[in-house]
């Protein structure tokens, strides 16, 4: 059904970017001497189908690089330190965008250089206090689509409730309905929250006034069409207050409709913009993971859409468009039972698909005919995980990102009926570890949750241990909590691993990859049972003789680490120790000190910081920090402003407080990710020599 035409992408606006030129990048443009374990990753190909822009941290930094596909030859674009974290190669050539992060913080920026790194300029994110990134190119290069986030303008500062000592055990009623999960739950807020729209996509204070989740003002989300030449100017596409997760995915042959992903973490939905007046045409849910959900047809008559409406997987979808933009018809193209399509990718003409499917955490892939009715070709992967596909010309070739156990990230070249191939530029398999260090394979493990809930998980044995002795086993939580756990490669891991220690990564709930039931299955009150499933995990490895019960750890990173400081106060006798990093220590807090679109989203998967101050303050790990009994090391970027280091600081006070080990290692220039070189080995050793010391070998 077509959405109402009075529903516009629109909000409050934001001052249009204007491009800032800059000097070209300092160093030469030859190749530095690589890292032994370097990794390339998320490429965008010229045209031609002959080189590919990527990101590769050869240097130490996650930096900007173009190489030829079938050949070694490969070029430094810019040799400045700021991490770089997407790139997208302009379909007429001529431009290379990318986004960057300065410092290493949480506030990005778009930037634009020419192939042979002339030309640099900052496209977007330019003022002090916005960030921005990116969007699609317009399919005749003309313009890239921008995501500008700022800050609530002065004189509506943000009103911050202060921290509540009293952390207590009661939590108020919940929202009729939000813990129901029955398949597609029922979120946070009811309906009508955070949507878009004049007047729309506000929160609601007690007192009826409009506002973020703090009670002050929502923050601005506005995404243009930019010319980096800077001669035309910037056209806006679509605004949106709160939750920064609005995307420009494509733009249609005639620039008559833009295809828009917005909305809050569990809640995002495909939007047909009709780009003359901003009116929302068609409205469809698609769910989290990769932003580029999809493409329209030549004639714009159909939309292909990742998505997963009113199903537990998602889909490869066909919505049929009228001439205004509205659907008219809906029917499933591709699917798989028990399996999301997790990343979808266009050959230049559109008429052919690349697929691939997530089963059971590994990648299966294979390519489709979008004008026939030809069985879909399945399409080897020399690894187990592929985290981006991009097309290669007109040949009909991809290039893709795979990831897996035996190999660092790579960019590899598919042709049309050959086996894939590794351009001469990517880290090969044998440097993965250190000489006489083979990499582990993991294995999947499918623990059963206290309540009956089948969980997921992929299980790293350390080299040379007797297969029927119980090891000392290192828990690891990924963050998210949408994320899931890969069996790709993970230095940390085998830092771990080389100390004679095992690791277990599980899927609790909340994860992605087990259906849209099992990622809502943490909301409201549920997020208790997921502080239990990593207790119900370790038991799962002691009960199989894998692990020593005696010298069980727990560690994770973000949410991890949230998941990290619960499980320790909640199963206070199960673990010797634990190292937090970047996670979340007390709820209220967090939402008073992140970014404010952050807070909208966390909002709609956590709780109401006003509404739910009371469940907010009973799932802290701070309200039970008296139960804390072990040594904690917590770790921390210096400049994440999405979990911000007090977090960290203030769960390791309390600690040294009762008279426990507690350490706190701050990472400089990190935000939330740590992307440099020499910061994540420090991590990393830092990390296993605290699990080495408190769990011997």
Sequence with gaps: ??????????GPMSAAPVPVPLADAAGARDTPRPLVAHGCWYPSVDPTGEWVAFICDRTGVPQLWTGAVNGPEIHLLDADPD???????????????????????????????????????????????????????????????????????????????????????????????????DGPATLLGGAGHGEVGPG?????????????????????????????????????????????????????????????????????EAVVVRTADLAARSVLRVGDGDPWIGRFSGDGRTLWLRSDHERQFAALLAASLDEDGGRVGLSVVAEREGSDLELLAFAEDGRTAALAWNVRGASELETLSLATAARPREVPLPHEVV?????????????????????????????????????????????????????????PLRPVARDGLHLGGWYYRAPGRDAGRPAPCVIHLHGGPEEQERPVFDPLYHELLGRGLDVFAPDVRGSSGWGRSFVDADLGTGRFAAIDDVADCAAHVVLDGLADPTRLAVMGRSYGGYLTMASLVWHPELFRTGVAVCGMSDLATFFAGTEPWIAESAAHKYGHPVRDRELLRALSPMSRVDELRVPLLAVHGEHDTNVPPGESEQMVRAARERGLPAEMLTLRDEGHEFRRADNRRLFRRAAADWMQRHLGR
């Design 1 to 10: 059904m077509a959405a109402d035409a009075r529903d516009r992408v629109s």
């Design 200 to 268: 729309l996509g506000e929160d609601v204070r007690p007192d009826g006034g409009g506002s973020g989740p703090d009670g002050g003002a929502p923050d601005r989300l506005t995404a243009y069409l930019v010319d980096p030449d800077g001669l035309g100017s910037p056209v806006l596409v679509a605004a949106e207050s709160g939750a920064a997760t609005l995307r420009v995915c494509d733009v249609g042959e005639d620039g008559r409709f833009a295809l828009v992903r917005r909305g809050p973490r569990g809640r995002r």
């Design 387 to 443: 985290t981006r596909i991009t097309r290669a010309g007109p040949g009909g070739g991809m290039v893709l990102s795979l990831s897996g156990s035996q190999r660092r990230p790579g960019v590899w070249w598919a042709s049309p009926g050959a086996l894939s191939t590794r351009t001469p530029w990517s880290s090969r398999d044998e440097d993965a570890v250190p000489p006489g260090r083979p990499p582990v394979r993991p294995v």
């Design 83 to 181: 991490p770089v974290t997407e790139v997208a190669w302009s379909p007429d050539g001529r431009w290379i965008a990318y986004t960057v992060a300065p410092g290493g913080g949480e506030h990005t920026r778009v930037l634009c250089v020419r192939p042979d790194g002339t030309g640099r300029r900052i496209v977007a994110g330019a003022d002090a206090g916005s960030s921005a990134y990116l969007g699609c190119w317009t399919r005749d290069g003309s313009a890239v689509a921008v995501t500008v986030a700022e800050p609530p303008p002065a004189g509506l500062a943000l009103r911050r409730e202060p921290a509540v000592p009293d952390h207590g055990t009661a939590f108020a009623d919940l929202p009729p309905g939000w813990a129901e999960r």
